[in-house]
């Protein structure tokens, strides 16, 4: 991904000694020279389109008024327009000025479009969200955070809406982001990101790319879009919009991308319609969507209900855990729940601290272990990667969370699968074949029982003083 850049570079420093060589369709100075020429072209189309809409006392032909510019950007993003003006004028020396020229314009887009790199991204939108400091303050943080996820959801085609849940999560991310300090330099960011939150600015550069170039920001250089949540009702889930693009800046592909067959395979489905069909092409070429598979507040908070709506998902799921002090935690398990007295979880298995402070808590498998009928090990389930240094364990009984080893009350609980739609659909048809045999069961068992009240060797057995009646059946009476 980060190659880009350097192919456009190296063309141009190297057209000047051998044209010939590097001039083939295919090649990368080639590529480079395309790319940089498209981009430059959409650029001043945008460029173009914003002077349309200066009014009067704003029209400068030739230049972009600072006014101009910023009232492009609307609602929530309009402080965004305010800082990515100053951004681009800062790369010609200052940001305090009131005009930007066609030709500056363009240069500080195409520096901008070179950043395919996360790194690259990181400097440019700290150094922005800063506003002209060296360093962020927590308004600063908070601010950064709240238009991250509104560009971010933009950039997944996901309508925007924010709850008083999702103002909890951001506040956590700031505060973990922060610890004790009023004040976070670049340093201190880039290391708490890239172990908590290291694609935090993807959505704000693919939204950015879009709007320079009136495309979509290729899928094999698209690293954290965020999925969609089926049949999702705000109030009705622990889970929430905020949530979830905070997971989809950590957690790995395999929670929010298909496999390219099983994706495929989708689209043959007899009763999607047109319409349905199109939005599938349309979001899963990109990004998978979460279904929910279990939710306390409409199953029921026990263990039962917990095995019975998780079991026989074979796909990554997310669980959020909500209990007494304001936490919520995440576990996020690449190889789907499964009973045993053995811990489970692929190298992408997480556990999460989601509120009060956002942070990852420990990261690769096996970390969960869910524990029904040895008699060995204390039944439940246990997270926690050290067996005698556990985080959580939840009883068998479900009336409580040991978080570190203190007794909690515990509020929700809910899972969410994050595999194709085929995961779930063999999980419906492996509880439908269990549901038939349990009736087959039940039939076959009922039809001994007559069989054998009119069986012959049961009037022998009986002739013989053998009683073939249980002592409760005959009155009760032990």
């Not at 032909?61 to 100053?86: D, I, S």
Request: net charge neutral.
């Amino acid at each position: 991904m980060g190659n880009h850049s350097s192919h456009g570079h190296n063309g141009h420093s190297q057209r000047k000694g051998s044209e010939s060589s590097m001039d083939t369709p295919g090649s990368s100075a080639f590529s480079g020279r395309t790319g940089s020429k498209k981009n430059s072209a959409c650029l001043i189309k945008l460029f173009q389109k914003l002077e349309l809409t200066a009014d009067e006392n704003n029209h400068h032909p030739g230049e972009l008024t600072r006014t101009t510019f910023e009232n492009a950007f609307h609602g929530p993003l309009h402080t965004f327009g305010k800082l990515l003006y100053k951004q681009m004028c800062s790369f010609h020396g200052t940001s305090d000025r009131e005009r930007i020229t066609k030709e500056q314009f363009v240069k500080s887009g195409k520096e901008l479009l070179k950043m395919f790199d996360e790194p690259s991204q990181h400097k440019y939108y700290f150094k922005l969200f800063c506003d002209g400091k060296d360093y962020l303050n927590k308004e600063d943080g908070l601010q950064m955070v709240n238009v991250s996820y509104c560009l971010t959801l933009g950039s997944s085609s996901i309508k925007y809406t924010k709850s008083v849940n999702d103002d909890k999560v951001f506040e956590s991310i700031v505060h973990g982001m922060f610890g004790p300090h009023e004040e976070l330099c670049y340093d201190d960011f880039k290391k708490w990101t890239n172990h908590n939150l290291p694609h935090i600015y993807c959505g704000v550069h693919n939204w950015v790319y879009t709007i320079l170039t009136g495309s979509k920001m290729p899928s094999e250089q698209e690293t954290a879009p965020v999925p969609e949540l089926e049949k999702f009702e705000q109030d009705k889930h622990c889970m929430s919009m905020g949530m979830v693009w905070a997971l989809s800046a950590v957690i790995p592909a395999s929670y929010t991308h298909i496999d390219q067959k099983e994706e495929q395979s989708e689209f043959k489905n007899p009763l999607l319609t047109s319409f349905n069909l199109l939005m599938k092409i349309a979001r899963l070429s990109r990004c998978q969507s979460w279904t929910s598979l279990y939710n306390s507040s409409e199953h029921g908070l026990s263990l039962n209900r917990f095995t019975n709506h998780v079991v026989s998902y074979h796909g990554p799921t997310i669980t959020l855990l909500s209990f007494e002090g304001r936490n919520i935690y995440c576990i996020a398990e690449d190889t789907g729940w499964r009973e045993g007295t053995h811990r489970f979880g692929g190298e992408d298995t997480m556990l999460l601290q989601i509120t009060p402070v956002f942070r990852v808590v420990q990261a690769g498998g096996p970390m969960v272990l869910w524990n029904e009928y040895s008699r060995d090990i204390r039944q439940g389930i246990h997270i926690g990667k050290d067996p005698k240094s556990l985080i959580i364990v939840i009883p068998s009984d479900f009336d409580k969370v040991e978080h570190y080893g203190v007794n909690c009350a515990i509020n929700k609980l809910e899972v969410w699968g994050c595999g194709s739609t085929a995961t779930k659909d063999k999980q419906n048809e492996q509880k439908q074949w269990e549901k038939k045999e349990t009736e087959k069961h039940k039939q076959r068992k009922l039809k001994l029982e007559q069989d054998w009240d009119e069986n012959p060797d049961k009037q022998i057995l009986n002739w013989g003083g053998i009683k073939t009646e249980h002592q409760y059946s005959q009155g009760g009476n032990f």
